[in-house]
């Protein structure tokens, strides 16, 4: 039987649902799942693969990548779930979901309301998957006669017209917006409506009033990265 490794280190519960998928896929090929936390301990990863001697591995990179130094997984088949760096990207295969979909359905909540500017706070760093969710969002903000207001924090969305429409780039901005907002006299949502990425019950929920966010297909994503990675072993040298 052959064994997968799948590193966690996001902190999301979005993680469930990406196991669920990769776990209903390998039972259909035969494949052992075992899933190695690396959220908060950096993992010793070359006697992880001595030991269990994968045939593959899966990186859920929804959390810090740093820790994992690609270095590691260059002799072997490998998968990446997106948001990851730029350098995994570069050395893994990589599963996401469609930027342009995220967008589109985070415009169709915010565009519902009588809004007088559209804005969208980015990941820090700027990471190439949060710029296309920007440019994304920024191609239907001026299909609709708004210009796109990109801002760094919170308290910038002060010097704009109200009520302003706001996508943020991950679940945890948006809550981070929520709480400075509060804080600074933005009542939501007359003066603000804002909404996230990934629908994490612990973040959404949380938040007051509770956040309104886009939920891909993390399932369905999962089963795809493990499909995907089947392919990378029957071809070792397939990008």
Known sequence: ????????????????????????????????????????????????????????????????TSRLDPRFFLHMPCVSMTPSSDEFRRKTSTIRSSSREIANLAARELLRRELKT???????????????????????AELHGFPLHVITNAKELLKYPRP??????TDFLAAEVLVIAGHSGLRVPE???????????????????????VRPDFTELGFIAAQTLRGRIASPQRK
Do not use: Y
């Not at 902190?11 to 052992?32: D, M, N, P, Q």
């Not at 693969?49 to 810090?64: M, N, T």
């Open 1 to 64: 039987m052959q064994t997968i490794l799948v590193f966690r280190t996001g902190t999301t519960g979005t993680w469930r649902e990406k196991l669920a998928g990769i776990t209903a896929f390998s039972k259909t090929v035969g494949w052992r799942v075992q899933a190695i936390d690396a959220r908060t301990q950096l993992p010793d990863i070359k006697h992880l693969v001595s030991f269990w001697e994968p045939s593959g591995i899966i990186l859920d990179a929804s959390g810090d």
């Open 118 to 140: 559209l804005a969208f706070i980015d990941a820090p760093g700027k990471p190439s998957w949060s710029t296309e969710k920007r440019e994304s969002f920024r191609s239907v």
């Open 164 to 169: 302003i429409g706001l996508f943020a780039a």
């Open 191 to 213: 003066d603000l409506s804002v909404v996230g990425v990934d629908d994490d019950p612990e973040i959404c929920e949380n938040c007051e009033p509770t956040l309104t966010s």
